[in-house]
């Protein structure tokens, strides 16, 4: 990591690009140039709003948004060409590019944070693998997973047949000797063996043969080549880390209510996402459709969230879907993550980072949800299923020995969301916490509840 010297240089030339953009639109645009700045400004401001509204709305008010969407930015490039301008449009757009990309590199987070600790254990003698062979577009075929696992000593089962108990083939093999569990396939299956294995305080191995392997990457194997992950078999190293549990169900990435457990469990989604997505979330964001949720995580209380997302070990804030990392799996800590939009402008500040008004993130060993309703869906590890509510979350802490190949890529830290406040701060000297500080939950309590202003669209 650079040193908080370098990350000052690297902070003062990414306002200093950005300045520059700014002077170059005013010193070259004539008397006309703050003029054409505000509208710039607009334009972006236009374009986001117009997304929104895209997704709030069905029927012209959607054909309306798209064409808004499209049509401001070429209206300002000719805005810009008529006034002989278009060049100076294009380098000034390329030094915010700029600034914005040496921003990110003086924020960036710190990479030990992103480092687990190991242990050095000896190689299991008689390890049990699951293999589902349609997983990931049936990468266990593909990469010869079954066959390379055999040659290195190890029992192998494939999930061929339907409605095959999974668990129970775990505990199985364990009452046959097996002295590590493993699973190729999705992180719902992982889930699944990963409860048997912590259970009984055996390793666990993960082969990152599903389709988004969240749960591999989190662990910093190599999502590309599955076959990397069967070297831990005869060279690896141990981490333990912590599980999470959804009324006595694991899991290993994360449990979201709301929007999208709404939409997956439509039967149509399946067929055709795109189209049910967007059919669905007009009625979702409008509180039309779904649930009253509620969550209580410590003393806070979050009313009336559109998505709610709870996860093993907390999320980067910069990640509003729970599609990106989270820096440790060993923290001991649920994340929380809860969006709630009531109208147009703070849809639009949320979107384009203005602000993070209606977006509220905290961490707790237990959250509990509870809705209007006898039970809601929950999408769990990606796979939705209905709960009987209240929902209640905790944290396993350490419970789980995970077997990881000792040569493999590690976790790399994101890219740092543009927090131009820390960047200020940075720049003139005032350091903003630790590197990656800026991206860390807050601790439960220490966030207001988001407001509620009278829906404005």
């Known amino acids: 990591m650079a040193s908080m010297r370098a990350r000052q240089w690297w902070a003062r030339g990414s306002l200093a690009l950005v300045a520059a953009a700014l002077l170059l639109l005013l010193s070259l645009a004539g008397e006309g140039g703050l003029w054409l700045v505000l509208l710039t400004a607009g334009a972006a401001a236009v374009v986001v709003a117009a997304i929104f509204w895209f997704l709030l709305h069905r029927g012209p008010v959607r054909g309306l948004a798209v064409t808004l969407a499209v049509a401001t930015p070429v209206t300002l490039l000719v805005v810009f060409a008529v006034n002989g301008l278009l060049w100076v449009a294009v380098v000034a757009a390329a030094l915010l590019a700029a600034g914005g990309a040496v921003a990110r590199m003086a924020l960036r987070?710190?990479?030990?944070?992103?480092?687990?600790?190991?242990?050095?254990?000896?190689?299991?003698?008689?390890?049990?693998?699951?293999?589902?062979?349609?997983?990931?577009?049936?990468?266990?075929?593909?990469?010869?997973?079954?066959?390379?696992?055999?040659?290195?000593?190890?029992?192998?089962?494939?999930?061929?047949?339907?409605?095959?108990?999974?668990?129970?083939?775990?505990?199985?093999?364990?009452?046959?000797?097996?002295?590590?569990l493993g699973v190729a396939g999705g992180d719902g299956t992982q889930a699944l063996v990963a409860q048997v294995a912590a259970e009984h305080d055996v390793p666990f191995l993960v082969i990152s043969a599903g389709t988004r392997n969240h749960f591999a990457l989190d662990l910093g194997l190599d999502r590309q080549d599955p076959t990397g992950c069967l070297d831990a078999l005869h060279d690896g190293v141990e981490a333990r880390i912590d599980l999470g549990d959804i009324n006595g169900r694991t899991f290993v990435n994360n449990a979201s209510f709301g929007a999208?457990?709404?939409?997956?469990?439509?039967?149509?989604?399946?067929?055709?996402?795109?189209?049910?997505?967007?059919?669905?979330?007009?009625?979702?964001?409008?509180?039309?459709?779904?649930?009253?949720?509620?969550?209580?995580?410590?003393?806070?209380?979050?009313?009336?969230?559109?998505?709610?997302?709870?996860?093993?070990?907390?999320?980067?804030?910069?990640?509003?879907?729970?599609?990106?990392?989270?820096?440790?799996?060993?923290?001991?800590?649920?994340?929380?993550?809860?969006?709630?939009?009531?109208?147009?402008?703070?849809?639009?500040?949320?979107?384009?980072?203005?602000?993070?008004?209606?977006?509220?993130?905290?961490?707790?060993?237990?959250?509990v949800v509870t809705a209007d309703v006898a039970d809601v869906p929950v999408g769990v590890d990606g796979e939705t299923v209905r709960m009987t509510t209240p929902v209640r979350?905790?944290?396993?802490?350490?419970?789980?020995?995970?077997?990881?190949p000792r040569d493999r890529p590690g976790v790399k830290p994101p890219r740092a969301r543009l927090d131009w406040a820390a960047?200020?701060?940075?720049?003139?000297?005032?350091?903003?916490?630790?590197?990656?500080?800026?991206?860390?939950?807050?601790?439960?309590?220490?966030?207001?509840?988001?407001?509620?202003?009278?829906?404005?669209?």
């Not at 190890?154 to 999930?159: N, Q």
């Not at 469990?265 to 979330?281: C, F, H, Q, V, W």
């Not at 701060?425 to 439960?444: E, F, Q």
């Open 260 to 367: 999208y457990a709404e939409i997956v469990e439509s039967p149509a989604y399946r067929d055709d996402k795109r189209r049910t997505i967007l059919d669905a979330l007009p009625d979702l964001l409008a509180r039309r459709r779904g649930a009253h949720l509620v969550a209580e995580v410590g003393e806070s209380r979050f009313d009336a969230p559109q998505a709610l997302l709870v996860s093993n070990n907390p999320y980067g804030a910069s990640d509003l879907v729970g599609s990106g990392r989270r820096p440790r799996l060993d923290r001991g800590v649920l994340g929380v993550l809860a969006v709630r939009v009531d109208g147009t402008r703070q849809a639009v500040g949320l979107l384009n980072g203005a602000h993070r008004e209606g977006l509220q993130l905290a961490e707790a060993p237990e959250v």
């Open 109 to 180: 987070p710190d990479r030990s944070r992103w480092t687990m600790e190991v242990t050095e254990t000896p190689p299991p003698r008689r390890p049990f693998l699951v293999m589902n062979p349609r997983s990931g577009g049936g990468k266990v075929g593909r990469f010869r997973l079954r066959e390379r696992a055999e040659e290195l000593g190890a029992e192998v089962a494939l999930l061929d047949q339907p409605g095959t108990d999974v668990q129970e083939l775990a505990r199985s093999a364990l009452a046959r000797g097996a002295d590590l």
């Open 423 to 457: 960047l200020w701060g940075l720049a003139t000297g005032r350091s903003p916490g630790p590197a990656g500080a800026v991206d860390r939950p807050a601790p439960v309590g220490a966030r207001r509840a988001a407001r509620s202003p009278r829906p404005d669209a």
């Open 393 to 404: 979350c905790a944290i396993r802490p350490g419970v789980l020995r995970v077997r990881l």
